[in-house]
């Protein structure tokens, strides 16, 4: 359970498959840009670790998470990406917004994985309050940027 201290993030590299002939494009919300930065960090590293190249790392930002398909969408139709990462962090307000935008993001995510045969990985950030996306993006349960990246090197490969 996500509640627990522990890091989620853990990957055995052995299990990896090398991502040295692959290009990653990763498309980040400006919007909670603390835990944004996180997460592309956390991913961002991952690819490295497991055999990127830093030249084959591609990153655009967008406004905010709702911002992410249109994006992510644009990054797919332009560049020779074999995977795509859309990065948010979207935290539960006093308002309903949070739900929609929730919502259209994983939506919106979900459409692309339809629409195109390149994997668009969803590693938006969905927390009741700030502590629960700091403890994501970084701290004590791990980054959820390193796995979306570990997840997209599996998915890029199983598309080839």
């Known amino acids: ?36 930065k996180g997460l592309y960090t956390g991913a961002v590293d991952a690819l490295l670790d497991c055999g990127a190249k830093s030249e084959n790392i591609l990153r655009w ?46 939506q919106g995510i979900k459409d692309l994985n339809v629409a195109f045969d390149v994997p668009t990985i969803f590693c938006v950030l969905t927390d009741n309050n700030l502590q629960q996306a700091i403890d994501r ?9 390193t796995e979306a990246a570990i997840a997209a090197i599996k998915m890029a490969v199983l598309g080839k």
């Not at 400006?30 to 944004?36: A, F, G, Q």
């Open 1 to 36: 359970m996500a509640t627990e201290n522990k890091n989620l993030s853990a990957y055995n590299k052995d299990e990896i498959p090398n991502a040295s002939d692959l290009r990653f494009g990763i498309v980040v919300s400006e919007w909670n840009d603390t835990i944004t």
């Open 61 to 106: 930002n967008v406004p905010g998470s709702y911002e992410l398909t249109f994006g992510a969408k644009k990054m797919l139709q332009t560049q020779n990406v074999d995977a795509v990462i859309a990065i948010g962090s979207v935290i539960r307000g006093e308002t309903s917004h949070f739900d929609f935008v929730c919502s259209a993001a994983a």
């Open 137 to 145: 993006s970084g701290g004590k349960h791990g980054n959820k940027g």
